[in-house]
């Protein structure tokens, strides 16, 4: 995989973790149904979580300076800067 794709790939991936995460609270905050609250934030959790390690995982094994990116970009402005 090209390293401008990876880039892509993982970007658009913390993008969409960070949707499931505003979700998550979402559902926390106007779910009445308190055990279909907790499976939903339960399922998304895990969804969140393999997004989050699986997936992008297996992007930055391949490409580490995405990582170092990454970490870079989390470290200096406490978010990663998608472009």
């Not at 149904?33 to 895990?46: F, G, I, R, V």
Request: aromatic share 8%.
């Amino acid at each position: 995989m090209d390293i401008e794709v990876a880039r892509h790939v993982v970007k658009t991936a913390f993008r969409s973790s960070s949707e499931l995460t505003n979700l998550y609270a979402f559902i926390n905050e106007h779910c009445d149904d308190e055990a279909l609250k907790e499976s939903l934030k339960s399922s998304l959790a895990q969804v969140i979580a393999d997004i989050g390690y699986n997936f992008n995982k297996k992007i930055t094994d391949i490409h580490p300076e995405v990582q170092e990116e990454i970490d870079h970009s989390i470290e200096t402005y406490g978010f990663l800067i998608r472009q």
